[in-house]
């Protein structure tokens, strides 16, 4: 305890750590704050509110709420994530990207510009739908479809603003500005869930409650060893002389395969198909009682059948966004151009199939394991943990706000270490996402 004291301590002491902390707060606040002004011409005792299961229900989870409160920030930071998404496809894809990505600063000043663009596009398309779908003839107080014209434009405004938000928490905050919003609108819904399942037990399951919440830390411990483990593979560094003394490299660094390499899209990927199944049964519903079966079946999450193939796309995902997002040639080539090599291994072709192939044994229990993590949800609502309180025993809730927390309290311990402060764990580093190569 008087460790963590101290510690706290030592991070209000760093004048430009307590400032970026202080920054990162006001940001969140504001972005809290917005999630509550509803939609001008809106009668927000009208509207009804989200399940949460399906798509819909995830986005609304990501937005803390703000999808069913039809707030100015309903449709948060999700478009900007989608347009980047394609953005980042379209550079393995075409190589007009390929080039731009590879022209330092300047392409990727291009690309977020490009990025940003086509989010107004995005939030246009998903913010009419949204308000087409979403919000009830009876809860709109005006003409529908100048309702729709200008709704559209404070979407769009909205999002606009949640993006410039995130950018600012990582310029003047503790960085990872994006993450940190869609991890404080996930955190956000935490103490309802959690006065929720404590007021459905009551005091005659208080021992199942606690029993819930043990459960519930040792189910984050294995996302946080999922998310943290890492195959390292040992580089060696050629000698290098430099005039007639000096020497430089013969350095033994590591390239980290990370288990899980590809986050949580994989998950979000397969969240995002997984009505379909559901959607052509029920138009043939009438027909077939084979089609109304599976109907009945993808329309609830906590069937067999649903998170069977849920798990089964999350694997298939794993290894697609594994394989656009690490490519072996490359890494083989930066090694070979930088003087370093795998030991026992040649440079090259034989060091990009080395590479590759450990990536492949890596991937399959890596995809096990987030698909494990994935129907957990599931599991704990057939043990009678309610719904709310069930999301945050896996999915794409529990590896984000494990993913965002690891990365913000690795930028809080480079703090502390820079200025010769003792870290926050007591052996070992946090290892954050974005460690590329370490010794």
């Known amino acids: 305890m008087n460790k963590l004291i101290t510690t706290f301590k030592h991070i209000f002491a760093i004048e430009e750590l307590r400032g ?3 920054n990162t707060l006001l940001f969140i606040t504001f972005f809290r704050l917005g999630s509550y002004i509803v939609l001008p011409g809106v009668d927000a005792t009208k509207l009804t509110q989200a399940g949460d299961g399906g798509l819909f229900g995830l986005l609304n989870m990501f937005s803390g709420g703000a999808l069913s409160n039809a707030s100015v920030f309903a449709l948060g930071i999700m478009p900007y994530i989608s347009a980047s998404i394609a953005i980042q496809l379209l550079t393995i894809a075409l190589p ?3 080039k731009m990505q590879k022209d330092g600063e300047s392409g990727r000043k291009k690309l977020n510009q490009i990025t940003r663009i086509l989010t107004i596009f995005v939030t246009a398309a ?28 404070i979407l769009i405004g909205g999002t606009m603003l949640c993006m410039w938000l995130g950018e600012k928490i990582t310029d003047k905050g503790i960085g990872n500005g994006i993450s940190m919003l869609i991890m404080i609108g996930i955190v956000s819904r935490f103490p309802a869930s959690i006065l929720q399942e404590a007021g459905s037990r009551g005091m005659v399951g208080a021992l199942l409650f606690i029993i819930e919440i043990i459960a519930l830390f040792f189910v984050v411990m294995g996302a946080v060893m999922v998310t943290q483990a890492v195959r390292r593979i040992p580089v060696q560094y050629a000698k290098q002389v430099v005039g007639s003394k000096m020497s430089v490299g013969g350095e033994r660094q590591y390239i980290p395969l990370k288990l899980n390499a590809s986050g949580v899209m994989p998950i979000i990927f397969a969240q995002a198909l997984m009505f379909i199944p559901g959607l052509v049964a029920q138009s043939f519903a009438e027909k077939s009682e084979f089609a109304q079966s599976v109907a009945q079946a993808f329309g609830d999450f906590t069937t067999w059948q649903y998170n069977a193939l849920f798990a089964l796309l999350i694997v298939v995902f794993t290894f697609f966004y594994t394989a656009i997002s690490i490519n072996p040639t490359q890494i083989s080539d930066d090694m070979k151009r930088g003087g370093g090599f795998v030991p026992g291994v040649k440079p090259g072709e034989e060091t990009s199939n080395f590479i590759a192939s450990i990536l492949d044994r890596i991937t399959l229990p890596g995809a096990l394991m987030l698909s494990i993590i994935a129907i957990l949800p599931a599991v704990a609502n057939l043990f009678g943990v309610t719904r709310g309180f069930a999301s945050f025993f896996g ?4 590896l984000i706000l494990v993913g965002v927390v690891l990365d913000t309290l690795q930028q809080i311990e480079s703090y502390l270490l820079m200025r010769k402060y003792e870290g926050l764990m007591q052996s070992g580093r946090v290892k954050g996402r974005s460690e590329m190569i370490s010794r």
Request: hydrophobic fraction near 50%; charged fraction near 10%.
């Open 20 to 22: 970026r902390i202080f």
């Open 96 to 98: 007009y990207f390929q």
């Open 395 to 398: 999915g794409t809730s529990l």
């Open 126 to 153: 998903q913010g009419f739908t949204y308000l087409q779908v979403t919000i009830p003839a009876e809860a709109i107080l005006v003409d529908p479809w100048f309702f729709r014209l200008y709704g559209v434009a």
